[in-house]
């Protein structure tokens, strides 16, 4: 499997910036999907996850109510809308993939990684 994440750049506080993560194989509907973000120096951190089928997700409370995490299992892509973006948000952020077990917040349990996508939010 490999994912490809894209989407990143610079933008304002307040702004909105949609990522997006494009993976190869066939069998990418039934993994579960996921967001982090890594600052230098510092643990990778979780942002989003959802499900196979996209009937569940779920977000860190630093990113709950601004951003949304989804899926389009027919085009083996799956995005995360971010909205009123902060200074704080800014790092790179990678999406993974989790080929068993539910949606984890973990990122040791996520199987595969994209290359990264570097998000800058200025004050």
């Known amino acids: 499997v490999q994912l490809q994440a894209s989407g990143g750049g610079l933008v304002q506080a307040g702004g909105s910036l949609r990522l997006s993560c494009a993976a190869s194989?066939?069998?990418?509907?039934?993994?579960?999907m996921g967001w982090f973000r890594q600052a230098p120096g510092k643990e990778r951190e979780f942002v989003a996850a959802?499900?196979?089928?996209?009937?569940?997700?779920y977000y860190t409370d630093s990113v709950k109510g601004r951003s949304t995490i989804s899926r389009d299992n027919a085009k083996n892509m799956v995005y995360l809308q971010m909205n009123s973006l902060k200074p704080e948000d800014t790092t790179v952020y990678y999406c993974?993939?989790?080929?068993?077990?539910?949606?984890?917040?973990?990122?040791?349990?996520?199987?595969?990684w994209g290359q990264g996508t570097l998000v800058t939010v200025s004050s």
């Open positions: 993974a993939a989790r080929v068993l077990g539910d949606p984890s917040t973990i990122a040791a349990t996520y199987d595969y």
């Open positions: 194989g066939r069998t990418f509907s039934s993994y579960r």
């Open positions: 959802i499900s196979w089928s996209g009937g569940r997700t």
